[in-house]
């Protein structure tokens, strides 16, 4: 047997916390800081009808897609209805075509479209305008 022997149990002490620092004298607590309000006064660009009307007559014409000046004047809702519902009339002269009478109404549906969607983009463009001069 070895000559060494472990340490008696001593039961922890409690906890005691650190001793308070001073503060130095004259001790000044922090104040808060003052809530600063920034407004921002944004402006919405002025909206021409003369893009409008190029934005609905140039993809329109090219590749089908009415409503683009509508959603470039801000009615958005708007430009998407003339989008998807002019896809769903065609869809339905495209079917039409089987019994012929859509070779008729496709054509036709197509300038109405043509001369419809850009004077409503334009009145909506210049709507746009006024609003916010």
Known sequence: MSQYQPPAYQPPQGYQPPPPQQQPYPYYPPQPQPVQHVVHHYQRTQKS????????????????TFGIGHIYAGRVGTGLLFMFGY??????????????IGFLTLPLCFILAMVISPIVASNAASRHAAAYR
């Open 49 to 64: 009808s003369g893009t409008a009307v190029l934005l609905e007559i140039l993809p329109g014409f090219f590749f089908q």
């Open 87 to 100: 896809w769903f009339v065609q869809f339905i002269n495209l079917l039409l075509c089987f019994l012929l």
